[in-house]
Nanobody, 131 residues
């Protein structure tokens, strides 16, 4: 069973940084590809970033980002700590949303950008960027 708990959200001024964490209390974290999504008030949930289950580019695994965050956000994972991170730099007011991490059981080095493909979700953490 996968149980995801996000942390690290908060309020920051435009141009600032935050690092979100998503910890999994289960024992098979490295079997899951991970993703971050966000949902702003009145908008649909949207893809932010994804990482394959190993997250090791040297082994052909990869990451992928929404165009709106490319160059500003970085997804990473530490399988020894059962944790995935989202480092967010140069934040903009339009980044304000509830951020969710998600897990998908994966047998290979793929990443996934469709939220319908994910099996498990965290409760979300609020990120507010003031102008």
């Amino acid at each position: 069973q996968v149980q995801l708990v996000e942390s690290g959200g908060g309020t920051v001024q435009a141009g600032g940084s935050l690092r979100l964490s998503c910890a999994d209390s289960g024992r098979t974290f490295n079997n899951y590809a991970m993703g971050w999504f966000r949902q702003a008030p009145g908008k649909e949930r949207e893809f932010v970033a994804a990482i394959s289950r190993r997250g090791d580019s040297r082994r052909g695994d990869s990451t992928y980002y929404a165009s709106s965050v490319t160059g500003r956000f970085t997804i990473s994972r530490d399988n020894a700590k059962n944790t995935v991170y989202l480092q967010m730099n140069t934040l903009k007011p339009e980044d304000t949303a509830v951020y969710y991490c998600a897990a998908k059981l994966s047998g290979g080095g793929a990443y996934y950008i469709d939220f319908n493909e994910y099996h498990y979700w965290g409760q979300g953490t609020q990120v507010t960027v003031s102008s």
